[in-house]
Nanobody, 127 residues
Framework: QVQLVESGGGLVQAGGSLRLSCAASGRTFSRYNMGWFRQAPGKEREFVAVIRWSDGYTDYSDSVKGRFTISRDNAKNTVYLQMNSLKPEDTAVYYC????????????????????WGQGTQVTVSS
């Protein structure tokens, strides 16, 4: 089992940057695909990015591709989301999540395939 705690959110002006961190506890962190999701007020939770456990392969939503970068440091049990060129529409609560299955060889975007979630961290981008 993996437990997750996000940090690094805050208030930033449009065009600025933030780096979110997600610290994981649990001895099998390195075998889980890890994802970032976000939820804006009045909207459904949406996929942002995912990183595969085996080779670091990444996938992004079209809305953040080219601006956000997901990475992981298995030695530190931490996954990161570097967010650059932030826009007001990026304002949301950001959540990290662990894949339902350890060792899954393909990545998934559906939130239903992730069963361990952090508490979320607020990101607010002002115009």
């Amino acid at each position: 089992q993996v437990q997750l705690v996000e940090s690094g959110g805050g208030l930033v002006q449009a065009g600025g940057s933030l780096r979110l961190s997600c610290a994981a506890s649990g001895r099998t962190f390195s075998r889980y695909n890890m994802g970032w999701f976000r939820q804006a007020p009045g909207k459904e939770r949406e996929f942002v990015a995912v990183i595969r456990w085996s080779d670091g392969y990444t996938d992004y939503s079209d809305s953040v591709k080219g601006r956000f970068t997901i990475s992981r440091d298995n030695a530190k049990n931490t996954v990161y989301l570097q967010m650059n060129s932030l826009k007001p529409e990026d304002t949301a609560v950001y959540y990290c999540a662990a894949d339902r299955y350890a060792g899954r060889s393909w990545i998934v975007r559906s939130s239903y395939e992730y069963d361990t979630w952090g508490q979320g961290t607020q990101v607010t981008v002002s115009s």
